[in-house]
C-alpha cells in the first residue's frame, strides 16, 4: 500500500497568510494526486486533481504542484472560509490512500 | 442539483449486518464510478470500495474484503454497501462519492450516514 504523509499536522495562521501543506507519498504516484478540503460535520470537497488542476469553482489562491513523490497545497491569501482540515488522496493504485490531513487554524 | 444521499446507517451489535445506500440524482448515474470512502468520529478519510459503472469491477480496502459488497441499480440510480460481521473498528461516517475514472479522485460526495458498531 502506498502510503501517504502530510504536514504539517497542525498549522497556525493569519488571514491574509501564503500557506502550504506537504504530502509524501511512500513511492511513486505520478501525477495522480488529489486535494480535498473538509469542515466539521461536513463531506470533503474537492479543490486540486491531478496534481495541480483546479477544480471548477475552487478560488485560484488554491494551487498545487509536485510529481512523484513529493507534492505541495498552496493558498496564496488566506481567507476566513479557508480555516478548515484539507487531505491529500493519491489515486494511483489500490487501495486509495489518504494522508492523515493537515488541520489549518485561525493564530 | 447534482447530489448523492445515503442512507440506513445506525446502531449494530458486533458480528451484526446492516445495509447502506446512496441515492444520487442530477446527474447520469451509469456514466460514473462509485465509490465507498469511511471516517471514524475525529479521524481521517478511508476509501473502502469502488464499483465500475456496469458493475463489472470492484475494489475493496483489504480490510472490508469478504465481509462488506458493494453494488449499484443503475436503473434506479442507486448505490449500496452491504456489510456483515461487522466490528467495532467499522464505526464511522460512510460517504458516497462520484469518481471519473478507475482509482478516481471524488468530485461529489454525500454527506454521510452514520454506523456504529457497539453491544
Known amino acids: 500500500d502506498i502510503q501517504m504523509t502530510q504536514s504539517p499536522s497542525t498549522l497556525s495562521a493569519s488571514v491574509g497568510d501564503r500557506v502550504t501543506i506537504t504530502c509524501r507519498a511512500s513511492q511513486s504516484v505520478s501525477n495522480w494526486l488529489a486535494w480535498y478540503q473538509q469542515k466539521p460535520g461536513k463531506a470533503p470537497s474537492l479543490l486540486i486533481y491531478?496534481?495541480?488542476t483546479l477544480q471548477s469553482g475552487v478560488p485560484s489562491r488554491f494551487s498545487g504542484s509536485g510529481s512523484g513523490t513529493d507534492f505541495t497545497l498552496t493558498i496564496s491569501s488566506l481567507q476566513p472560509d479557508d480555516f478548515a482540515t484539507y487531505y491529500c488522496?493519491?489515486?494511483?493504485?489500490?487501495?486509495?490512500?489518504f494522508g492523515q490531513g493537515t488541520r489549518l487554524e485561525i493564530k | 442539483e447534482v447530489q448523492m444521499v445515503e442512507s440506513g446507517g445506525g446502531l449494530v451489535q458486533p458480528g451484526g449486518s446492516l445495509r447502506l445506500s446512496c441515492a444520487a440524482s442530477?446527474?447520469?448515474?451509469?456514466?460514473?464510478?462509485m465509490t465507498w470512502v469511511r471516517q471514524a468520529p475525529g479521524k481521517g478519510l478511508e476509501w473502502v470500495a469502488d464499483i465500475k459503472q456496469d458493475g463489472g469491477e470492484k475494489y475493496y480496502v483489504d480490510s472490508v474484503k469478504g465481509r462488506f459488497t458493494i453494488s449499484r441499480d443503475n436503473a434506479k440510480n442507486s448505490l449500496y454497501l452491504q456489510m456483515n460481521s461487522l466490528r467495532a473498528e467499522d464505526t464511522a461516517v460512510y460517504h458516497c462519492a462520484r469518481g471519473l475514472r478507475i482509482r478516481s479522485e471524488f468530485d461529489i460526495w454525500g454527506q454521510g450516514t452514520m454506523v456504529t458498531v457497539s453491544s
Open positions: 488522496q493519491q489515486c494511483n493504485s489500490y487501495p486509495i490512500t
Open positions: 491531478k496534481a495541480s
Open positions: 442530477g446527474f447520469t448515474f451509469s456514466s460514473y464510478w
